[in-house]
């Protein structure tokens, strides 16, 4: 199953004539360009093809001319992809504008998809062209494209034989004759121009989407810049100087390297000046020395008690009278 594939995928490099002849073979159709197949209605078709009775052919218009009317015909594409489980995106807001890159990228899919089914073989297309509105007249309008093309050719091939057998005929102003005709025939014929035409407007559309790309890219890289976080990082104001460079000057990113190699002011203080502490932070340093002195005090109660108990009785009444002698407020001798 080809409901997903890849962008380098075979099926992508399909030319557009091969893509109108498959079209036209398979549906009896008589389209010129691919773009003509943008209102929806001929995908609906291919797909019937590929599944028949899978689609309601009734829902589908082929005389669908505003994108309202387009967008109902891939609705019904919708909801048969849905049912087949294909996971293809259909891209309508671009299909239904008729730019021939979008058309013929997805056309392209969907003969990849009907090849890898069945190749849309032994199918009556003029029959079920009959239950869509406007089907008929698509049908007569094909026939008569058909016939009228099938005429030209014959006439062109009677004209050149009538042409040959004159050929054949020597005469003095034969030379003239042929002379005259090349700058009578104006040029190429109209056909070579819509096809010229057509590549030039794929050639346009090519460079929109990669222009649109690769400025979608620079756009993500100069809102990540202006983000708070980062925006006074050097950096960041490299990569600005260099996406705000009005002209196409390579000193640019020579500027951008020196401002990455300079040293930060930031990084550098001018003077090692101790911020000053708050006052939840000076509040809990002198509880810490409080509360260090307190078992300091405590451990040397301990030890003078220790120290008081191993004493005799004479020791301890020497010791108390050397207090009375010492001058202490609370003793007198």
């Given at each position: 199953?080809?409901?997903?594939i890849?962008?380098?995928?075979?099926?992508?490099?399909?030319?557009?004539?091969?893509?109108?002849?498959?079209?036209?073979?398979?549906?009896?159709?008589?389209?010129?360009?691919?773009?003509?197949?943008?209102?929806g209605?001929?995908?609906?078709?291919?797909?019937?093809?590929?599944?028949?009775?899978?689609?309601?052919?009734?829902?589908?218009?082929?005389?669908?001319k505003?994108?309202y009317?387009?967008?109902?015909?891939?609705?019904?594409?919708?909801?048969?992809?849905?049912?087949?489980?294909?996971?293809?995106?259909?891209?309508?807001?671009?299909?239904?504008?008729?730019?021939?890159?979008?058309?013929?990228?997805?056309?392209?899919?969907?003969?990849?998809?009907?090849?890898?089914?069945?190749?849309?073989?032994?199918?009556?297309?003029?029959?079920?062209?009959?239950a869509?509105?406007?089907?008929?007249?698509?049908?007569?309008?094909?026939?008569?494209?058909?016939?009228?093309?099938?005429?030209?050719?014959?006439?062109?091939?009677?004209?050149?034989?009538?042409?040959?057998?004159?050929?054949?005929?020597?005469?003095s102003?034969?030379?003239?004759?042929?002379?005259?005709?090349?700058?009578?025939?104006?040029?190429?014929?109209?056909?070579?121009?819509?096809?010229?035409?057509?590549?030039?407007k794929?050639?346009?559309?090519?460079?929109?989407?990669e222009?649109?790309?690769?400025?979608?890219?620079?756009?993500?890289?100069?809102?990540?810049?202006?983000?708070?976080?980062?925006?006074?990082?050097?950096?960041?104001?490299?990569?600005?100087?260099?996406?705000?460079?009005?002209?196409?000057?390579?000193?640019?990113?020579?500027?951008?390297?020196?401002?990455?190699?300079?040293?930060?002011?930031?990084?550098?203080?001018?003077?090692?000046?101790?911020?000053?502490?708050?006052?939840?932070?000076?509040?809990?340093?002198?509880?810490?020395?409080?509360?260090?002195?307190?078992?300091?005090?405590?451990?040397?109660?301990?030890?003078?008690?220790?120290?008081?108990?191993?004493?005799?009785?004479?020791?301890?009444?020497?010791?108390?009278?050397?207090?009375?002698?010492?001058?202490?407020?609370?003793m007198?001798?």
């Amino acid at each position: 199953m080809a409901t997903n594939i890849g962008m380098m995928d075979g099926a992508y490099f399909v030319g557009r004539s091969e893509i109108l002849a498959w079209i036209n073979s398979t549906l009896q159709l008589h389209l010129n360009k691919v773009e003509e197949a943008c209102s929806g209605a001929v995908h609906c078709q291919l797909m019937d093809a590929a599944h028949p009775g899978m689609v309601p052919m009734h829902k589908v218009n082929f005389d669908a001319k505003s994108e309202y009317e387009m967008i109902q015909n891939y609705k019904v594409l919708q909801d048969v992809f849905n049912k087949l489980k294909i996971t293809k995106h259909i891209e309508v807001s671009k299909l239904v504008k008729g730019r021939p890159l979008d058309n013929l990228e997805f056309m392209q899919w969907m003969k990849r998809y009907c090849d890898s089914i069945n190749g849309c073989t032994s199918y009556n297309a003029l029959e079920r062209r009959e239950a869509c509105k406007g089907g008929k007249e698509v049908s007569k309008r094909a026939a008569q494209s058909q016939s009228s093309a099938k005429g030209t050719a014959t006439s062109q091939r009677a004209h050149s034989s009538h042409n040959a057998r004159r050929n054949d005929v020597p005469h003095s102003g034969n030379q003239s004759v042929k002379a005259s005709r090349p700058s009578s025939s104006g040029g190429p014929a109209p056909p070579a121009y819509d096809e010229k035409i057509t590549e030039l407007k794929l050639s346009v559309d090519s460079l929109e989407k990669e222009r649109d790309f690769y400025f979608a890219k620079l756009r993500d890289i100069e809102i990540l810049c202006q983000t708070p976080e980062i925006e006074h990082l050097s950096v960041v104001a490299a990569i600005q100087k260099i996406l705000y460079a009005t002209d196409d000057d390579a000193t640019v990113v020579a500027q951008a390297q020196a401002m990455l190699s300079a040293p930060s002011k930031e990084a550098e203080p001018s003077s090692p000046i101790a911020e000053p502490l708050s006052p939840i932070a000076e509040a809990s340093d002198e509880k810490a020395s409080s509360e260090t002195q307190k078992r300091k005090t405590i451990n040397n109660f301990d030890v003078d008690a220790a120290a008081m108990a191993k004493l005799s009785p004479r020791q301890r009444v020497s010791d108390a009278s050397d207090v009375h002698c010492s001058g202490s407020p609370l003793m007198t001798c």
